[in-house]
């Protein structure tokens, strides 16, 4: 996994993920047979060097937000280990990984489920820096919500008082507070409106390049990772099974699942050629999910070279 | 992707909706039926202790069993020649303490404890949750009556009786508000953030479960003044002389045929006191529910 594209940086792994599995149990569905087991990763390896842009993309139920999970310290693995900046992370209880906290935050999807309704702008932003007990969390406030592009006003309203991408932005600040060295960022446009993606998109990349983060960025949209990432792993059914420079990837998909994943990806180009909807549909299980979605079509329009 | 300049364009618009919805809220009956019929209850209790029309326990010979209308006695006397609406009046003092104290217990202690049930891994919550249910069917005056019966009988007893025997519906609903509001990302998001488990039964469960812990305040108040007013009808509750309105209804009691109004006025107090603690219970669920609120929103 050797990833020439950084700008030089050290190549010394931020993230080392080892042979990472983790099964749920459902409740028994009847008494005379045991509990099924889900296995939502099967065995996931990969490191993300400092500096880089990690991109992960599989469609939904493909174990990403379980990943994302672990390694963000959030929930413990089955068998498999994640080390953090040379640590272990995925055995030590939670009051023992203030140093993850420290380094590692975490943009969520959904804007309004990861703000607290009760909580003022200006609580929600500084929580991390109150949590983690830093020196004056009310000076940094201001420098937040210029960084995401929000008013200073804003500090003292209530979420719901928001827009989408003015709450992401929030979320955004709230995750920069401590100056991480890693930016985990999970589904952070898909619950918003199409209008607004490009720009939190564009923020986020911008910041992510003014804090000098290292970005794992997960979507199910390859447009949107294939913008802002330079390498991309591609998750099926708990698995990495295609993982490389985001434009090798895209250019040459080994894996047949990739293949069917970027063919999937409408296109202008493709559309004005004469390909029809029901082209791009045939023979992916994705198509339904990216093909539906007009983003997808700009988002790719927007990105073809 | 061009960039797109950044505008605070939803800013204004947001603001200006949401003020809207304010001032378009509809008036909830039953917040201000209940409200002002509490408010009633609360200002009698208070007016009580500055001035009632006759002392409530000055036995009057030769004022016994006067009907409502007598001159001096709007509500009449009883059968000691006691001026009836001063009790009323001074009753309301007892009624609102036993209901303050019982329900202060209940809501002091239960609501941690359902926090921790929610919070606790999931075998440790479901015990705390069975012992829960075990204290739960124990029937409330049945535990006034042994605590009675061993402390002696009395409002202090009484109280801390209903106020523990109430206990259990706090845990209830504090645990079913704490695995919900711990079902949201900013719950993980506040992990992520480093907050440890107080910090977030503290600062994120506890302030969005106040609302259901609110209303279930004003219910539970509802029932501990009946509660108190059956005890102090079977005689485990308020002594004499202290007017109470369970007490009231139990003197009635014999003279119901002859002076039925005797057991009106108190009964229609209590009525009245519960009915008015249900309603503004039900207004507030309609107004502070999290879940409600956020459908608003």
């Known amino acids: ?305 | 992707m061009s960039g797109v300049a950044d505008h605070g364009g939803g800013w204004n618009g947001d603001r200006a909706a949401t003020e809207a919805r304010g001032a378009a809220r509809t008036v909830n009956a039953s917040l201000v039926t209940g409200g002002v019929l509490v408010a009633t209850v609360i200002l009698t209790a208070l007016l009580s202790f500055l001035w009632t029309p006759h002392d409530p326990v000055h036995n009057d010979s030769g004022a016994r069993l006067l009907d409502a209308g007598s001159p001096g006695h709007w509500l009449g006397t009883d059968k000691f020649g006691r001026d009836v609406a001063s009790q009323l009046m001074a009753g309301a003092r007892i009624t609102l303490l036993v209901g303050v104290v019982a329900v202060g217990i209940a809501a002091v202690v239960g609501t941690p404890l359902g926090i921790l049930a929610g919070m606790a891994r999931r075998g440790v919550g479901e015990f705390l949750m069975r012992v829960n249910d075990l204290v739960l069917a124990f029937p409330a005056l049945l535990l006034a009556i042994m605590f009675g019966a061993v402390f002696g009988a009395g409002t202090l007893t009484a109280m801390v009786a209903i106020g523990i025997a109430t206990i259990p519906n706090f845990a209830r609903i504090a645990r079913g508000g704490t695995l919900q509001v711990l079902s949201h990302d900013y719950v993980q998001a506040a992990r992520a953030a480093g907050r440890r488990p107080v910090g977030i039964a503290l600062r994120h469960v506890l302030p969005n479960i106040s609302g259901l812990v609110t209303v279930q305040c004003s219910v539970s108040f509802a029932i501990a003044i009946l509660a108190e007013a059956a005890l102090s009808f079977l005689g485990f509750g308020t002594r004499p002389p202290t007017p109470s309105w369970g007490r009231m209804l139990q003197e009635s009691q014999e003279l119901l045929f002859s002076a039925p109004a005797l057991a009106l006025w108190p009964g229609l107090a209590i009525a009245l006191a519960v009915l008015g603690f249900n309603l503004l219970g039900d207004g507030l669920r309609d107004r502070l529910d999290p879940r409600l609120a956020e459908r608003r929103t």
């Open chain 1, 1 to 305: 996994m050797s990833e020439p594209d950084n700008g030089g940086i050290t190549t010394a792994p931020m993230l080392t993920v080892r042979g990472l599995r983790r099964s749920f149990t459902r409740p028994r569905a009847s008494p005379l047979r045991s509990a099924p087991r889900v296995h939502a990763l099967r065995g996931v390896s990969f490191e993300v060097t400092t500096g880089q842009r990690f991109g992960l993309v599989g469609e939904s139920g493909s174990g990403k937000s379980t990943l994302v999970r672990l390694v963000s310290g959030l929930d413990r693995p089955t068998s498999g280990t994640v080390h953090f900046a040379g640590r272990e992370i995925s055995r030590l209880p939670d009051r023992r990984l203030r140093f993850l906290r420290e380094r590692l935050q975490v943009v969520f999807q959904d804007p309004t489920g990861s703000l607290d309704p009760r909580m003022r702008v200006r609580d929600i932003i500084t929580e991390p820096l109150v949590a983690q007990r830093h020196r004056d969390p009310a000076g940094r406030l201001v420098e937040l919500l210029a960084d995401v592009g929000l008013p200073p006003e804003a500090a003292d309203r209530f979420p719901h008082q928001f827009s989408g991408g003015q709450r992401q932005r929030i979320s955004i600040a709230r995750a920069l507070a401590p100056r991480p060295a890693m930016l985990v960022a999970d589904e952070p446009v898909s619950a918003l409106d199409v209008s607004v993606r490009a720009q939190i998109l564009n923020l986020l990349s911008d910041l992510v390049q003014r804090y000098e983060l290292t970005l794992v960025f997960v979507s199910h949209d390859l447009a949107v990772v294939r913008h802002l990432c330079d390498t991309t792993a591609v998750m099926h059914d708990g698995a990495i099974v295609e993982l490389g420079p985001t434009r090798r990837v895209y250019d040459e998909p080994r894996h047949p699942y990739t293949r069917d994943l970027v063919a999937a990806v409408p296109t202008l180009r493709r559309a004005l050629a004469g390909a029809t909807a029901s082209d791009l549909v045939r023979g992916s299980s994705l198509a339904e999910e990216a093909g539906a979605d007009p983003t997808t079509a700009t988002g790719a329009e927007r990105t073809q070279p």
